[in-house]
């Protein structure tokens, strides 16, 4: 593993941090990158000592160090995970493919930031999800121009999908069972793995909606019905960057 590499994991624990900072921001419209970190409950601004991604929570155990308010598992949680993106990312993207750990990176830490405000908000950024989409179309025209056709139905194949579930689930129960959001996130993530990626993103992202809801459930003692909400952008996230780094046969 070469340093640049080692350092892109490192990374990872830092865009972690900001991600977790700004999905804690987005609802309340607070700048995203100006504004500077403060305890939730107190809003005393936090010394940089208490910024450092992981160290930091656990020195203080999870605890402000002035009003001793739990500041909760997110930050550490999505800090691991903006390294673990990383890790996966160096570790399974073909060295053959011209500036692949760039895109796999960039990827992956975007889909990141799209989940854990998703989980928190219920909400997907359109702005988020524009990016995703012009970087895929960036991937495309610099790693395979050849295959836009493809990568193109991909986009629309994955927003169609999801949109007429969304308008037949509204129209047979008479309430939103889907967001627009979730649509668009699947629509982005097919310009990245076109059109023969996305039936597994949606079998992975489906399965693992289910077992990580029960198992959540069960573990919060939380009884669940069609009526509980439940937050379907990190579960397509998530299967968009698998089927991105552990593509189906035949993927082009």
Not at 86 to 91: E, G, I, K
Not at 220 to 225: C, F
Request: aromatic share 10%; with cysteine; hydrophobic share 55%.
């Amino acid at each position: 593993m070469t340093g640049i590499e080692l350092f892109a994991i490192f990374s990872g624990f830092i865009i972690g941090s900001g991600i977790d900072a700004a999905s804690r921001r987005f609802e309340t419209g607070t700048p995203w990158l100006t504004h500077r970190s403060r305890c939730d409950h107190c809003q005393r601004p936090l010394r940089w000592f208490e910024l450092v991604p992981v160290v930091s929570w656990l020195a203080l155990r999870g605890r402000c160090r002035t009003c001793k308010a739990s500041i909760g598992w997110s930050a550490p949680l999505t800090e691991c995970a903006g390294a673990l993106a990383a890790l996966v990312a160096v570790a399974l993207t073909p060295r053959d493919v011209p500036y692949g750990i760039i895109f796999s990176l960039s990827f992956g830490w975007l889909l990141l930031a799209l989940a854990a405000i998703d989980r928190r908000h219920f909400i997907l950024p359109d702005v988020l999800n524009a990016a995703l989409l012009a970087a895929g179309a960036i991937m495309v025209a610099v790693t395979k121009p050849a295959d836009w056709p493809m990568h193109l139905a991909g986009a629309a194949t994955g927003f169609g999908l999801l949109w007429l579930v969304e308008i037949a689930y509204r129209r047979l129960r008479g309430i939103d069972g889907l967001g627009r959001g979730d649509a668009k996130l699947l629509g982005a993530i097919g310009a990245w793995v076109g059109l023969i990626g996305i039936p597994s993103v949606l079998l992975i992202a489906s399965v693992a909606a289910i077992a990580g809801t029960l198992i959540i459930s069960l573990v919060q003692k939380q009884s669940v019905s069609g009526k509980t909400p439940i937050a379907f952008g990190p579960w397509i996230a998530l299967a968009g960057f698998t089927v991105w780094l552990l593509p189906p046969p035949g993927w082009v």
